[in-house]
């Protein structure tokens, strides 16, 4: 059975429709209206292998925050209803990711607890038509939307385009591998019983 989940957001700032797959092939269509960001989820479908539908209408003309941040909460809470009860997956990713000279570590762990811990060095206010502060709040995001554990580490990088990608490409490596049956764990990974 396929881990999917639909997952639609109306406010006042934006509008959203995502569906996801987890056990996709990484085939993507993403319109966002933020070309760099649709980049970055076009690699994260990609490199993780879910099939992701992303659409969003989002309040441009003020900024892109509200479109990036409730992009993240959606894409956290779709996460958390395709993984489901949790039963017998790996529960833990991690991913240590180059492009060029970034070098991007990812861990995760999907255990109930969000918690983000985001260490990544981006000194220029934009790269392309998305301001660069507005990737920690997406990650942010996420991890509360997926009520997961996540932390990012830049080990290296000078270029932001690279250290972002990198910081993407890493994170779907990590939860591809953290939602992963394995056949040796018959309940959840957890000594409470419960994730």
């Known amino acids: 059975m396929a881990r999917r989940a639909e997952i639609t957001r109306d406010t006042n700032e934006t509008k959203i429709r995502m569906t996801l797959n987890l056990d996709g092939t990484g085939q993507a269509e993403i319109h966002t209206g ?15 292998l879910f099939d992701l539908q992303v659409s ?7 900024d892109t925050h509200h479109t ?4 993240g909460i959606v894409l956290g809470k779709a996460i958390r209803e395709a993984v489901g009860d949790k039963k017998g997956i790996v529960r833990y990713g991690s991913k240590i990711l180059p492009m060029d000279e970034a070098l991007i570590l990812c861990a995760l762990d999907l255990c109930g607890r969000p918690y983000l811990v985001y260490d990544l060095t ?3 206010e934009k ?6 502060e507005m990737i920690r709040e997406f990650f942010y995001a996420v991890s509360y939307g997926a009520e997961m554990n996540l932390h ?22 990590s939860l591809d591998e953290a939602t992963r049956y394995d056949e ?12």
């Open 34 to 48: 933020i070309g760099f960001f649709d980049h970055m989820l076009h690699g994260f479908a990609r490199h993780g």
């Open 122 to 124: 981006l000194d220029r």
């Open 184 to 195: 040796r764990i018959t309940d959840v990974l957890s000594t409470k019983g419960s994730l």
């Open 127 to 132: 790269v392309g038509d998305l301001e660069t």
């Open 152 to 173: 990012l580490k830049q080990l290296s990088g000078i270029n932001n385009h690279h250290i972002i990608e990198a910081a993407f490409k890493a994170f779907a490596k």
């Open 56 to 62: 969003v209408e989002g309040d441009l003309e003020v």
């Open 68 to 71: 990036i941040e409730d992009t």
